[in-house]
């Protein structure tokens, strides 16, 4: 195929996977669907076809696709001053610094990458610079995948490939308050953990565990890091996940929904975890680029102005209420929190069913062989979510009416 070929041959759902798999490395696999097109919650594949998008590009699509709040800021901050380096300041950056620390309601200092396992490496050297050097994180924790944030990630699977990883990590079973007090140590330099595990299938840890967390590492003096990367800027109905136990972090790393599809990592830091990265310490050439920043303001406006906080926790509580009242016999238990949520499976049909809920127009993730994760758009609304309610029904009846003829 000559290299014009590629233009010619376009698009169809077949030809773009034939041309992805001819160039693309092979560390994701070939993805399921091409899509050209997004409007809200709304998504088109190469072939005309619409979905209703409840993958939300994994938990980033907060404000749903072509949010034209989001398009205005990029347009505009790309058409002025597009990057300036960290040689010199830009506006949107500083804002967006200052709005940041304004929603976590304290003082503190922020810095900027571009991806969540960035947003953690950041966390982690912060975490080296108080002079210790025994980091904790909890079993089946996903903090990333560059060998510092691999390190963290308590997946034995994902980690095997690349001994040895930075050291001196002990893993915790999570949710475990006695397991935590045991591992935290005068020696501990940061404990990392999310509010949610999300890529281990959406777990929720039991009632009070992160203020446990937040008075064991205040006992050791030991860095408490949430990582709210995935449950940050309004996921579950909150601005961050940990508010709902009133727990006040060292370290907080958001990304995900922070740029509003835009790449963008960032870690907050309070107190004097705030103070440790000084000049020489920690950079990188895109850190706050002015367009990118622009683009995450207009995510917090508009959460803000439209009450979307609020929306999350209605919309969220009908989704769950609408799973849980399908009473499908194939599905054991609806776990997250706001439009985080996590369909647990009594069998490991999770690939079965995303398939089936794609045919009927419904894009839904394959967490674990055993969970379907749903994230939409922060936006959804409330005939979006009662359609795709109808639609995963009648998906999960299929793939049960197959898993019983199977038997
Ligand atoms: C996605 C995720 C990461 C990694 O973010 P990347 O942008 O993929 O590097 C880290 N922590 C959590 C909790 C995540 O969900």
Redesign the pocket.
């Known amino acids: 195929m000559s290299d014009d070929g590629a233009d010619i041959i376009g698009a169809g759902n077949t030809a773009l996977a034939h041309r992805w798999q001819g160039v693309m490395m092979d560390n994701f696999g070939t993805p399921r669907l091409p899509l050209v097109r997004g409007r809200g919650t709304r998504v088109w594949d190469a072939e005309g076809t619409e979905y209703l998008d409840f993958v939300g590009g994994?938990a980033v699509n907060s404000l749903g696709h072509a949010h034209p709040a989001v398009v205005r800021a990029v347009a505009e901050q790309i058409g002025s001053l597009g990057h300036v380096s960290n040689l010199f300041i830009a506006e949107p950056t500083v804002h967006l610094a200052e709005r940041l620390l304004r929603i976590a309601g304290r003082a503190g200092r922020v810095y900027f990458s571009n991806?969540?396992?960035?947003a953690?490496e950041a966390a982690l050297k912060i975490g080296r610079l108080t002079g210790r050097t025994h980091m904790v994180a909890t079993t089946g924790g996903?903090?990333?995948?560059t060998m510092g944030?691999l390190a963290l990630t308590g997946q034995p699977d994902k980690q095997r490939p690349f001994h040895p990883l930075p050291g001196d990590v002990s893993h915790v079973p999570y949710g475990d308050v006695a397991a935590l007090r045991a591992a935290v140590t005068p020696k501990t330099a940061l404990l990392i953990l999310?509010p949610v595990q999300?890529?281990n299938g959406v777990i929720v840890p039991p009632p009070g565990y992160l203020r446990a967390a937040r008075e064991i590492t205040a006992a050791t003096g030991t860095l408490l890091v949430l990582?709210e990367?995935?449950t940050g800027i309004g996921r579950t109905g909150r601005w961050f996940a940990a508010q709902a136990e009133d727990v006040e972090a060292d370290v907080v790393t958001l990304?995900?929904g922070l740029g509003g599809g835009l790449p963008i990592?960032a870690t907050l830091a309070f107190g004097a975890a705030a103070e440790l990265l000084t000049p020489g310490t920690h950079g990188s050439t895109f850190s706050g680029n002015p367009v990118v920043c622009a683009g995450a303001l207009a995510v917090l406006d508009t959460i803000e102005r439209a009450g979307i906080l609020e929306h999350v926790t209605r919309a969220g509580g009908r989704l769950r209420a609408g799973l849980e009242a399908l009473a499908h016999p194939l599905v054991r238990e609806v776990r997250g929190s706001g439009l985080l949520l996590g369909v647990v499976l009594g069998a490991k049909a999770a690939a079965r069913v995303q398939q089936a809920a794609q045919d009927h127009g419904l894009l839904v993730n394959a967490v674990a062989p055993d969970v379907i994760r749903l994230a939409p758009p922060l936006t959804v609304s409330d005939r979006e979510v009662d359609i795709f309610l109808d639609g995963f029904g009648a998906a999960l009846s299929e793939v049960s009416d197959e898993v019983l003829t199977a038997v």
């Open positions: 994994i991806s969540g396992a960035e953690n996903f903090h990333g995948r944030a999310e999300g890529e990582d990367i995935q990304a995900k990592g």
